[in-house]
C-alpha cells in the first residue's frame, strides 16, 4: 500500500553506498533528505600495441580499424659499392639512415610508403618516406668510386624524424701491391634504432674490406675480377670491387610500422559530490554560492574521444524512486550541464535530464581536452519507503 509521508512527521537522511556514481537515502527527520557522496569512475580502455608490420617495397598503407597511433620506423637504401679504376679496386658504398617517429592517426586514412631501391654499382641507395618527404625521412648511402672514393653514409641531418642516426661510410679501394691482389673496400652498414651504421674497413694488398656491422650489414670487398659483396637489408650498402671486377649492390631500404590501438581513457576531478541534507521537493546545484563543487572529465588516452552520460533508478529502499524529467512521488530529478560549451549559471537554463539511456555530453574532445560539468540534484516531493535507497551516475568515453 503507498503511506503518504508528511512533512512535519518524517525525516530523510543518507549515507554514501557508490559503484559507478551512487546515491544513498534514508529517513531522518520529516521532509529532509541527505544526498551524500556522487562518484565518478570512469570507464576506462587498454589495448596492447601490436606486433610490427615490414614494408620492403613501396606501397599504400590503410590505417587499420581501431588504431590511433604508429610507431615509424624507415631506413634509407644502401649505395653501390665502386668498379675499379686503373689499377685502383672499388671503394665500398653508404649505408642507409634511419629516422622513427610516432605518428597520430585515425582509421581508414590512407599513407604512402615508399621504400627506397639499393644503388647498383657506384650509384646511389634511395631514400625511404613514410606519408611524405616532410613526415619521416631516412636517406640514402652514397655510391663508392675507386680507391679513396668512399660511399658516404646516408645522414641524419638530411632526414626527418624525431629520432635519426647516421649509416656508415665504404672503405676504400686497395692502391698498392700487384694490381690483382688489391682489395676492395667494405660496404658501410646501415644504422639502426639506436646508433650509426658501422664503416667498412679499406681494402689493401692482399686484402679485402670488411662490410660495416647495422641493421643491415654492408658487402665485403672482393679481388681481381669478383664482384664486391651485396649489402644486407636493410640499407647496407655494396662492398668495392677487386681491380677489374664490379662493386656489389647496395641493399633496399625498409619501412616498419609498430601499432599502438585507440586508448580510451578519462579521469574525473575530485569525483564526489556531498549535496548534504535537502528538503524534499528542493533542489541543489554544484554552482559556486551553492556547493561550489565542478567536476571536470580529462581525456587521458591517445585520441580524440566522445562522451556520454547516462543516470540510474533508485532502488534497494523497500520502493523505487524512478529518475525522471520532473520530480514527484518516488520521483527525484537529476541533470547535468556542459558548463564548457553552456552557460550553467543560471540553472534549470542549459540543463539536461539525466536519463536510464546514454546521452551525448560532449564530442570532439582531442587528447588532454577538458569538460566541466555542472549538476543539479532535485529531490522528490515524497517518498512511499523509508530504507537505504542508491543510484548509479556513468560517464562513458567512445571514440
Not at 132 to 145: D, E, P, R
Not at 298 to 303: D, P, V
Request: with cysteine.
Amino acid at each position: 500500500m503507498i503511506r503518504k509521508i508528511f512533512c512535519r512527521n518524517n525525516y530523510l537522511k543518507l549515507f554514501r553506498l557508490s559503484l559507478v556514481v551512487c546515491l544513498v537515502f534514508f529517513w531522518v527527520f520529516p521532509g529532509w533528505l541527505r544526498i551524500s557522496y556522487l562518484d565518478f569512475p570512469p570507464e576506462i580502455k587498454k589495448i596492447e600495441a601490436q606486433s610490427p608490420e615490414i614494408f620492403d617495397s613501396s606501397g599504400t598503407w590503410t590505417v587499420p580499424a581501431n588504431i590511433c597511433e604508429v610507431t615509424v620506423e624507415v631506413w634509407g637504401a644502401g649505395g653501390g659499392g665502386g668498379t675499379a679504376a686503373g689499377n685502383d679496386a672499388g671503394a665500398g658504398g653508404g649505408g642507409g639512415a634511419y629516422s622513427s617517429s610516432v605518428i597520430s592517426v585515425q582509421p581508414d586514412e590512407e599513407y604512402t610508403i615508399t621504400v627506397g631501391t639499393g644503388g647498383t654499382a657506384g650509384n646511389p641507395g634511395g631514400d625511404s618516406w613514410f606519408g611524405s618527404t616532410t613526415t619521416v625521412l631516412a636517406k640514402g648511402g652514397t655510391g663508392g668510386g675507386s680507391g679513396a672514393t668512399i660511399g658516404i653514409g646516408g645522414q641524419d641531418t638530411d632526414g626527418v624524424g624525431d629520432t635519426k642516426y647516421s649509416g656508415g661510410n665504404g672503405g676504400q679501394g686497395g692502391t698498392t701491391g700487384a694490381p690483382a691482389t688489391r682489395g676492395g673496400g667494405g660496404g658501410g652498414g646501415s644504422a639502426t634504432a639506436t646508433t650509426n651504421g658501422g664503416n667498412g674497413t679499406n681494402g689493401g694488398n692482399n686484402t679485402i674490406g670488411q662490410g660495416g656491422i647495422g641493421e643491415g650489414n654492408g658487402g665485403d670487398g672482393a679481388q681481381g675480377a669478383d664482384t664486391g659483396g651485396s649489402g644486407l637489408a636493410p640499407g647496407g650498402a655494396g662492398g668495392g670491387s677487386g681491380t677489374t671486377g664490379t662493386g656489389g649492390t647496395g641493399a633496399d631500404g625498409r619501412v616498419k610500422l609498430t601499432y599502438t590501438e585507440c586508448l580510451t581513457s578519462i579521469s574525473i576531478s575530485d569525483g564526489q559530490i556531498n549535496y548534504g541534507i535537502m528538503p524534499v521537493n528542493t533542489s541543489r546545484t554544484t554552482l559556486p554560492g551553492d556547493l561550489d563543487n565542478l567536476q571536470t572529465i580529462t581525456n587521458n588516452g591517445n585520441t580524440q574521444i566522445s562522451l556520454n552520460i547516462k543516470g540510474q533508478d533508485a532502488s534497494g529502499g523497500g520502493c523505487t524512486w524512478d529518475l525522471a524529467s520532473t520530480n514527484g512521488v518516488d520521483q527525484y530529478v537529476h541533470q547535468f550541464c556542459n558548463n564548457t560549451e553552456d552557460d550553467c549559471s543560471n540553472p534549470p537554463t542549459n540543463y539536461n535530464a539525466l536519463t536510464t539511456d546514454y546521452q551525448i555530453l560532449d564530442t570532439g574532445v582531442a587528447i588532454d581536452g577538458e569538460v566541466d560539468v555542472h549538476f543539479r540534484l532535485t529531490t522528490p516531493t515524497e517518498s512511499t519507503c523509508s530504507g537505504e535507497q542508491s543510484v548509479d551516475v556513468t560517464i562513458q568515453a567512445v571514440l
